[in-house]
């Protein structure tokens, strides 16, 4: 069977199962697929509640060091626009505002093509066509819960998931330029957290009988307004985060000084570096609570991370070329994308920075491009689904750490 046409008829499938309310669905055809089309070892786990039916992780080969192919099978719950009589609705077709070309670069839309069944469809291929060289095992998994706070990746680790190295699905298309399938070898984090000032209510025409809790908090957002931004280096690129007040609310009547007021602050953390928000505990009443923390990811190996750009930069300018065994040729001639593979940095926390902060050495290398995630037209494009199927498989076959 033609390797291009399984990628894109599994990304169909995936994407036709919804998955905002349970995983299981998709979770079970995921793991079927790959007992009926591999002789790996699959197992599922009980990670989360179980409408979530757990993650599908699956193993084969053997060796010192592994390789996992990440990606995560839950979405965000859909626009009505891709829902019809309770089914995803999903289609195939050129570009939005394309003149429809049927020779151009063509789309998948619905509801998790980019973020990120496509791109589990591409890591479930390449993991079954893969040869792993000897001493390497080579692992799938696809994780519950992503979009929850990585309810899956987290409990995977703690179960003692730990790969040595990984490739997390997540979208790198289209940082370097358009069209081009990047690596990226570092992300931010996500750290939101809450200021509560405390003050004493008392009523408006009285205002020395009590003790104002909103100007405790504007003391506090002056504070949070002299921050530094956090930064770092990875690999030579410069990774920047940043702090931002959110949100603010108090008070209970116009005529009451307010006892309460509380003020959300979103921070995009950066490996190795925090923003001091401690320092608005100084204020008086003031209290600081984290309420997340997505943690960010920087890879720790160049030589891992130059072996995926060279499988990206490979799969690019193969495209359109026959495969060696001389089937159908695996790439796309039409394929988006005009310039060289890029190492590149993400501004977006995935579950790339849990198993970093575990331990394991990763990148993201995956098609969606940005600005497609979570949106009511989400897409990718199947040439790119094709070329990642191509990247994944190319480090599965060549890295042996």
């Given at each position: 069977m033609e390797r291009r046409e399984d990628v894109r008829d599994l990304a169909r499938e995936l994407v036709s199962i919804p998955s905002h309310e349970s995983e299981a669905a998709a979770g079970d055809r995921i793991a079927a697929w790959l007992r009926e089309h591999t002789d790996a070892t699959v197992r599922r786990d009980d990670a989360g509640d179980a409408e979530r039916g757990g993650n599908v992780i699956a193993r084969k080969g053997s060796g010192e060091t592994s390789l996992a192919l990440v990606g995560h099978h839950d979405v965000v719950p859909p626009d009505e626009s891709q829902v019809?009589?309770?089914?995803?609705?999903?289609?195939?077709?050129?570009?939005?505002?394309?003149?429809?070309?049927e020779d151009g670069d063509r789309r998948l839309y619905g509801r998790g093509s980019a973020d990120m069944k496509g791109a589990v469809a591409a890591a479930m291929c390449a993991f079954r066509d893969a040869d792993p060289p000897q001493g390497l095992e080579l692992v799938f998994a696809s994780f519950v819960g992503e979009e929850v706070g990585g309810v899956g990746a987290r409990a995977a680790i703690d179960d003692g998931f730990a790969p040595d190295y990984a490739v997390v699905g997540e979208g790198s298309t289209g940082y370097s330029a358009p069209g081009v399938t990047d690596v990226a070898v570092a992300h931010k984090g996500r750290r939101g957290s809450t200021l509560v000032a405390e003050g004493t209510a008392a009523h408006a025409s009285e205002t020395e009988a009590g003790v104002n809790a909103v100007y405790r908090a504007t003391d506090a957002v002056d504070v949070v307004r002299e921050l530094s931004f956090p930064a770092t280096e990875?690999?030579?690129?410069?990774?920047?985060?940043?702090?931002?007040?959110?949100?603010?609310?108090?008070?209970?009547a116009w005529n009451v000084i307010p006892e309460r007021c509380e003020v959300t602050v979103d921070e995009r953390t950066v490996p190795g570096e925090r923003a001091d928000l401690e320092r608005a505990e100084a204020i008086a009443g003031v209290a600081w609570t984290v309420d997340q923390d997505l943690p960010p990811m920087a890879c720790d190996d160049a030589a891992f991370a130059d072996a995926v750009l060279a499988a990206a930069r490979d799969a690019h300018e193969t495209e359109g070329e026959p495969a060696p065994d001389g089937e159908t040729a695996d790439g796309d001639a039409t394929a988006p994308g005009d310039g060289l593979s890029?190492?590149?940095v993400k501004p977006h926390a995935t579950d790339a920075g849990w198993l970093a902060d575990a331990g394991t050495t990763c990148v993201v290398c995956g098609p969606a491009e940005p600005g497609e995630a979570h949106t009511a037209t989400e897409s990718v494009s199947l040439s790119v689904l094709d070329r990642c199927y191509r990247i994944y498989r190319g480090v599965a076959e060549s890295w042996a750490g």
């Open positions: 019809e009589d309770g089914e995803y609705v999903v289609r195939e077709g050129p570009a939005d505002g394309d003149d429809g070309d990875v690999l030579g690129h410069e990774l920047s985060g940043s702090v931002a007040v959110t949100g603010i609310e108090g008070g209970s890029e190492q590149v």
